[in-house]
């Protein structure tokens, strides 16, 4: 494969989409893959944390703790393990899925079956790799964070017992905590990348362990640190920059449809017949028509972004990982010489 820059790979890796969407263009085959594709990158925020446990934790006052009936703790407990089993389940369906569409992209077919059988294994240990690695990073952020605690903790004890919230002392705490926030998220994207981008590749095509496939990935970085450096800045703003030309190529359609459904919505709630089965029907009816218009949006649209993501990944680590680049782009089969005539 011809040597390419980061930003030389965008073009290939739009061609590459391009060719496997709609030449030709079948519209299941079309949803079927841009559904995997949204599943598989939206799932990527896997080092993604928010704060709402710790405000739970300091909303909930002793009071409603104790006032939670006996027997209605072992089904919390039972509801969250449930919820963990499931949680882990499903990550583990997305990554077998981000394997078979992997297959998918790297050899331009659009059977998803060939690759979910094809690197089961691969699969398999990419997602303990992931557990440990979205472990370790809970492990950080928690060790990060918990510095700060105890400065929230004293600003709303202290608005609790004075009728009195100091916004203030509330804004210098954000301040101090914004640089970790940040370093939490641009440690999160550099995690995603590196795993996704570069090391998947050295799991399915080599069946490489995550200590090998680090080390080709390390020995290319090192090599290229400018170059790599340059990719994560594109791969980061690229996909961002197309996110605000559809919205802003879709807003008004979107508008139009929604509110007209929204409106219609309303009208019969407002109606008479609002409180009546039927009204009730056309209520619900109208809801899943704006569910499924809203997600088949989301698959049209985010679709073909997600895929021209995972080619452009693809084209820039091709052209510095052999293996991957042959299959991408097939080196040409030196020519024979045609017999000369006796």
């Avoid at 990060?144 to 605690?149: E, K, R, S």
């Avoid at 009195?164 to 804004?171: A, K, L, S, Y």
């Avoid at 084209?315 to 020519?335: E, H, N, S, W």
Wanted: charged letters at 10%.
């Amino acid at each position: 494969m011809q040597f390419v820059t980061a930003a030389e790979a965008v073009s290939p890796a739009l061609n590459r989409t391009a060719s496997l969407l709609f030449r030709p263009f079948r519209w299941g085959t079309f949803l079927k893959l841009c559904a995997v594709a949204v599943l598989t990158e939206g799932a990527s925020g896997n080092y993604r944390m928010g704060n709402s446990g710790h405000r739970a934790s300091t909303t909930v006052s002793p009071h409603v703790m104790t006032s939670i009936p006996d027997g209605f703790i072992p089904l919390l407990i039972v509801f969250g393990i449930l919820a963990l089993v499931i949680g882990i389940a499903l990550f583990y369906l997305i990554v077998r899925l981000r394997f078979a569409l992997f297959d998918c992209l790297i050899h331009q077919t659009r059977y998803l079956r060939t690759g979910w059988h094809l690197y089961r294994d691969q699969a398999w240990r990419f997602f303990l790799f992931s557990i440990v690695i979205g472990t370790a990073f809970l492990v950080v952020a928690v060790a990060a964070l918990v510095p700060f605690a105890s400065g929230f903790i004293h600003l709303y004890r202290e608005s609790q017992a004075t009728n009195h919230f100091d916004v203030g002392v509330m804004i210098g705490l954000v301040i101090q905590l914004l640089p970790v926030i940040l370093g939490l998220v641009l440690l999160g994207v550099v995690l995603d990348v590196v795993t996704r981008d570069f090391m998947l590749p050295h799991f399915a095509l080599e069946n490489a362990s995550a200590g090998e496939a680090w080390g080709a990935v390390w020995d290319r970085v090192v090599a290229e640190k400018g170059a790599f450096v340059f990719y994560a800045v594109l791969r980061v703003l690229l996909p961002f920059l197309a996110m605000i030309g559809i919205f802003i190529l879709m807003i008004i359609p979107v508008v139009i449809v929604f509110g007209s459904l929204g409106v219609f919505m309303a009208m019969i709630h407002a109606s008479p017949a609002g409180a009546s089965p039927i009204g009730i029907f056309f209520e619900v009816i109208t809801g899943m028509v704006m569910f499924v218009a809203g997600l088949l949006l989301a698959i049209c649209f985010g679709g073909p972004l997600s895929i021209a993501i995972r080619n452009y990944a693809l084209v820039f680590y091709g052209a510095r990982y052999q293996t991957l680049g042959d299959i991408l782009y097939p080196p040409m089969k030196p020519a024979t010489a045609a017999p000369r005539p006796g």
